[in-house]
């Protein structure tokens, strides 16, 4: 009996915590020119490290590019 009453209160206290998460993301979704705008930021900043992280890795294994040619 126990049990159970502890798995509802564990419940009660997740969804109390969890609530103003899906309130925030049911108003951002219904902005798809904000979700829009982030997701451009985001993949931008992740290719200046995903290019930064490769000119490294290219740099210390002594490789070389043809761009320039």
Avoid at 40 to 57: H, N, V, W, Y
């Amino acid at each position: 009996m126990a049990n159970v009453t502890v798995k509802r209160r564990l419940e009660d206290v997740l969804q109390a915590l969890l609530k103003p998460i899906r309130e925030r993301r049911a108003a951002v979704s219904n902005d798809l020119g904000y979700v829009r705008d982030v997701l451009r930021s985001g993949t931008a900043k992740a290719r200046a490290i995903t290019q930064s992280t490769f000119d490294e890795l290219r740099d210390g294994l002594g490789l070389f590019s043809l761009d320039g040619i």
